[in-house]
Structure formats: C-alpha cells, structure tokens
C-alpha cells in the first residue's frame, strides 16, 4: 500500500502570498495518477487537479500541480480568501486502495 | 448537473448494521466507477470501496474487508453500502463519489455514529 506524506501539516500565509503544498509517496506512483482536494469546513471535498497537473473544470489558474515519481507539488500562486481550507492529496488508478494524505491546513496568517 | 445524494445515516450501537444508500443524477451512471470515502470527525479522509460498472468487480479498504459491502442498481442509479458488525472507529461522514479515476463529483455526506 502506497502511504502518503503531505507537509507542513500547517502553512500560515496572508492573502495574496504564493502557497507550496508538498505531497510525498512511499512508492512511485505510476503514470502520475495523483489527485488534489479542496475541503472547507462543513463541506464535502472538491478535485482541484487530476494527472498530477490537469486542473478540473472551473478550477481558477492560481491552482497548479506539478511533480512526477514519488514528490508532488500544489502550488497556489496569489492566495484569495476563498483559497484557506484543508488540502489533501491522493493517488489513484488500478491498484487499490486509492489512498488520501493527511491533509495540509492552509490557514491565514 | 451531476448530483449524487446520501441517505441512511444515523446512530447505531456497536455490532449493529446499517445500510446507506447513494443516488446518482445527471450523468450516464453505467459508464463509472463508484467509491465510498470517509472522514471520521476532526480526521482526514479514507479510501473504503469502490465498483465498478457492472457491479462485478469490488475493492475494500482492508479495516472494513468482511464487514462492509459495496453494491449499485444501475436501474435504480443507485449506490449502497451494507456495513455489519459496527464498531466505534467507522463513526464518520461517508461521502459517496464518482470515479472518473480520480473522486470528481462528491455528495454531501451522510453521518454515522457507531455509539451505546
């Protein structure tokens, strides 16, 4: 089973800030079959990028992904008041179980 | 709008079963896989089942293998889940999703409290 390790498992940053999610995966996850969630409290998660890279549909460009093997990477460009929430990564694929990280709160500073 | 809506939440002793049930609009439902996530309260989310198309072929997290049973009506467009033999670490909100490799569309959760 494939574990995976996001960190920090707390970011503090300020509106307009840029943010740098890091998720790491015990094994190599093949064909970048890696997954990004936005959770807010109260609410069910929602895909934020597929494929390691490929934002869903209505995700704004600030969201990007990128990585590849074993370290992953989200990256939100100019943090907006909407963006502080909890993040999870996940990989995917043919092999279960699909397993989810921890979580990293971005909180505001 | 694809939309996908829990019921069958609720309280329910140790040892005791429970049965939710998901149902699925606005999308060819035959055509996906479905998953069962959860999050226990204050936790993070947990991988617990999947299906796929026809029902033929299932995946269990292995906390929940011989207890929980994953089934869909593609009629009914209509996902289940059967969990026996409760315990009081499956207390959670389970969240029925749709695979389209990845969890693409969630619905809003439905609770469950495994508590005497």
């Known amino acids: 089973e494939i574990v995976l390790t996001q960190s920090p498992g707390t970011l503090s940053l300020s509106p307009g800030e840029r943010a740098t999610l890091s998720c790491r995966a015990s094994?190599?996850?093949?064909?970048?079959?890696l997954a990004w969630y936005q959770q807010k409290p109260g609410q069910a998660p929602r895909l934020l990028i597929s494929?390691?890279?490929n934002r869903a549909t209505g995700i704004p460009d600030r969201f990007s992904g990128s990585g590849s093997g074993t370290d992953f990477t989200l990256t939100i460009s100019r943090l907006e008041p909407e963006d502080f929430a909890v993040y999870y990564c996940?990989?995917?694929?043919?092999?279960?179980?699909?397993?989810f990280g921890q979580g990293t709160k971005l909180e505001i500073k | 709008e694809v939309q996908l809506v829990e019921s069958g939440g609720g309280l329910v002793q140790p040892g005791g079963s429970l049965r939710l049930s998901c149902a699925a609009s606005?999308?060819?439902?035959?055509?996906?896989?479905m998953t069962w996530v959860r999050q226990a309260p204050g936790k993070g989310l947990e991988w617990v089942a999947s299906?796929?198309?026809?029902?033929?072929?299932?995946n269990y997290v292995d906390s929940v293998k011989g207890r929980f049973t994953i089934s869909r009506d593609n009629a009914k467009k209509s996902l289940y889940l059967q969990m026996n033999s409760l315990r009081a670490e499956d207390t959670a909100v389970y969240y029925c999703?749709?695979?389209?490799?990845?969890?693409?569309?969630w619905g809003q959760g439905a609770l469950v409290t495994v508590s005497s």
């Open positions: 606005g999308f060819t439902y035959t055509t996906y896989y």
């Open positions: 999703t749709r695979e389209n490799w990845s969890q693409d569309y």
């Open positions: 094994q190599t996850i093949t064909n970048n079959y």
């Open positions: 996940q990989k995917y694929g043919t092999s279960p179980p699909h397993t």
């Open positions: 494929g390691a890279s």
């Open positions: 299906i796929n198309q026809d029902g033929s072929k299932k």
